[in-house]
DNA sequence: CATATATATTTGTCATGACAATTACAATAC
DNA sequence: GTATTGTAATTGTCATGACAAATATATATG
């Protein structure tokens, strides 16, 4: 049986991930925003747990610890952040935000806000919360596989 | 009020998609395939419709035509697919599958079956179709989104 | 027909994803 | 306490996404 890409969910969840990102860069664009997307996402978890280290933003973000070490370069360049070497294990290093920061929090959430207003109209809460539900779903099959690949 | 990330379907659909791109990748490359997820992608729009012409296939990827410039170089180095003057217009190619693509064809569904198998279990017919409904409805406002902003 | 505008493709550059290899340090085993 | 193994981060390399600029050819306008 040919398989047909517009009816397999990993594709078309793929696809639509293109063009969301697409979407939310040129939305910061508009606004003058010097960030990028990944870039806020680093930040976001250091507003959740300021002071982790590079792997626990990795794990957190489910990213590679390689382009995460590249992203925390970026921001530190732009002055948003700032790395410490961490006191409890000399091998790894604690990453704090700085002042600056919080100039762009507000705005960036906005865009985010934005991005989400656009791609959710007329799906209604309900409909939200599943989407939200089998998405989990899908997400936990994907991680406990890829985890048991390692 | 503070953006929640988790609870933000824009992004959970974007960190599901690194996943899922994460899986098939590992899959391919545990089959020993000469090929990248995005690449089989076009040659997918070429079992489709062989001999389209470059901005045929990236309009319906909803590709960037540069990247789609940059995945049929490979694809042509590969021996899969060949490029030749449109003799509609001499301004754009045709780009036409050679008998190598046939050998790839079928392992590499196989592997995006296995992909969509691992991520959709426990999650019955019904669900999927709610699933690619929802989807399907964020995308087409997305689309136009982008689309107005031209 | 000549000029202006539009379109198809390519090229350049940066950001990020994947994965392998390396480095530095920690923890464990003996 | 030394050797082995494990872990945190970095670096290298390639693929692909974004977007801007360049090139070649078509089309439209006068």
Redesign the interface.
């Known amino acids: 049986m040919?398989?047909k890409?517009e009816?397999?969910?990993?594709?078309?969840?793929?696809?639509?991930?293109?063009?969301?990102?697409?979407?939310?860069f040129?939305i910061i664009a508009k606004n003058n925003l010097d960030i990028t997307?990944e870039q806020w996402?680093v930040m976001?978890h250091l507003w959740q747990q300021d002071g982790s280290t590079v792997g626990e933003i990795a794990l957190n973000?489910?990213?590679d610890f390689a382009n995460v070490t590249r992203i925390i370069e970026k921001l530190e360049k732009a002055g948003y952040i700032t790395k410490r070497k961490n006191l409890a294990d000399s091998r790894s290093y604690t990453i704090h935000l700085l002042p600056k920061s919080d100039e762009i929090k507000k705005p960036i959430?906005q865009c985010?806000?934005e991005?989400?207003n656009?791609?959710?109209?007329?799906?209604n809460n309900e409909?939200?919360e599943?989407?939200?539900k089998?998405?989990?779903?899908?997400?936990k099959?994907?991680?406990q596989?890829?985890e048991s690949?390692q």
Chains 1, 2 share one sequence.
Do not use: C, T
């Not at 656009?118 to 799906?123: D, K, N, P, T, V």
């Not at 089998?134 to 997400?139: F, N, P, Q, T």
């Open positions: 040919e398989i890409l009816n397999s969910p990993n594709h078309r969840i793929a696809m639509l991930a293109i063009l969301l990102k697409r979407q939310i040129r997307p996402i976001y973000a489910k990213k959430q985010w806000k991005s989400m656009i791609a959710m109209e007329g799906i409909e939200q599943f989407l939200i089998i998405l989990d779903r899908i997400e099959n994907v991680m596989n890829l690949l």
